[in-house]
């Protein structure tokens, strides 16, 4: 299993500006994950955040609204860029372990856009 | 493209009745189906997985099935309780064209509620 942790737990934001929300692992892993949930839907993958490399995006969403870093396997970050009102979701990080079938999820970044 | 759907969207129960909660699939090529359990700001915990050759998972209280060929997994809650109260959402791991692992394709999600 991984114990994940993510920076900042909630936040509110102000329009225009731009937060990084940080994702913290106990070890090493193969993959991380960044997903967002909108008010009342489902978890949308946003992208792949890929080590030592650029991250791979889902459709609908792109490197300049959504800029990932990955320095190391334990951490990564997501940045939201010009924030709007309609980025109010709860965004979460998730790691695959190597040998694990499924994924661990950390307990989410609650923004709120005025 | 994979869509998943949860029903019902929320769901009212005394404490004590089994239950049945429900999702399906529209593309029957995935690596795996899970079950989630969300609680507030304490992200999603994995309740149970079943790869895509297995019909169903046990986990205590909890038993969840896989008929991929209807695209339906249903999972099944014994004598509810109150700490039972959480979102349960239902997540298709997808299979590339190519053979490669995809991402998790969640539902909406139950909003269930034991009641004392």
């Known amino acids: 299993s991984a114990v994940i942790s993510q920076k900042p737990s909630r936040d509110i934001c102000q329009r225009g500006t731009s937060l990084t929300i940080q994702c913290q692992v106990d070890s090493q892993v193969t993959m991380m994950f960044w997903y967002r949930q909108q008010p009342g839907q489902s978890l949308t993958l946003i992208a792949t955040a890929n080590q030592g490399s650029e991250a791979t995006y889902e459709s609908g969403f792109v490197i300049d609204k959504f800029p990932i870093s990955r320095p190391n396997l334990t951490f990564s970050t997501l940045t939201v860029s010009n924030m709007s009102p309609e980025d109010s979701s709860i965004y979460l990080c998730?790691?695959?372990?190597?040998?694990?079938?499924?994924?661990?999820f950390g307990p989410g970044t609650r923004l709120l856009v005025l | 493209k994979q869509e998943v759907t949860q029903i019902p969207a929320a769901l009212s129960v005394p404490e004590g009745e089994n239950l049945v909660l429900n999702c399906s699939f529209t593309?029957?090529?995935?690596?795996?189906l899970q079950w989630f359990r969300q609680d507030p700001g304490k992200g999603l915990t994995s309740l149970l997985l079943?790869?895509?050759?297995?019909r169903e998972q046990t986990s205590g209280r909890l038993n969840a099935s896989l008929d991929k060929s209807s695209g339906r997994s249903t999972l099944y809650i014994a004598a509810s309780q109150p700490g039972d109260s959480a979102t349960y959402l239902c997540?298709?791991?997808?299979?590339?064209?190519?053979?490669?692992?995809?991402?998790?394709?969640f539902g909406k999600g139950t909003h269930l509620i034991i009641q004392p």
């Open positions: 593309d029957s090529a995935i690596y795996n």
């Open positions: 997540a298709s791991l997808g299979m590339y064209s190519g053979g490669g692992a995809d991402g998790l394709t």
């Open positions: 079943i790869q895509s050759s297995q």
């Open positions: 998730s790691v695959e372990v190597w040998g694990a079938e499924t994924q661990y």
